[in-house]
């Protein structure tokens, strides 16, 4: 199973980008999806995620309000909307999966299994 990530670019603060996360080669059937992001010498920080059945969205503090997790179960994808991008919002984003993972531990990366390549983003000023 590969998640590959997309969607990412260069915009200017109070700009939109629209990322995507497809499961490729395999099949998953996760019980969590989710989006974190790693800035230049930072840990990988969460961002957001979604519960597969039901579609309940979690999101950071920081991103609340401003960024939009949906999935397409059909599809097997999940994207980020990401609007009004700040320059502290620059960072590689990627996006996670586990079939296993609980809501209490959705916020650490190190327990997802399955991981996407990457997508740089970038905010200038």
């Known amino acids: 199973v590969q998640l590959q990530a997309s969607g990412g670019g260069l915009v200017q603060a109070g700009d939109s980008l629209r990322l995507s996360c497809a499961v490729s080669?395999?099949?998953?059937?996760?019980?969590?999806m989710a989006w974190f992001r790693q800035a230049p010498g930072k840990e990988r920080e969460f961002v957001s995620a979604i519960k597969w059945n039901g579609g309940t969205t979690y999101y950071a503090d920081s991103v609340k309000g401003r960024f939009t997790i949906s999935r397409d179960n059909a599809e097997n994808t999940v994207v980020l909307q990401m609007n009004s991008l700040k320059p502290e919002d620059t960072a590689v984003y990627y996006c996670a999966a586990d079939e296993r993972i609980i809501l209490s531990s959705i916020r650490i990366p190190r327990l997802y299994h399955y991981w996407g390549q990457g997508t740089l983003v970038t905010v200038s000023s």
């Open positions: 080669r395999g099949s998953l059937s996760p019980r969590y």
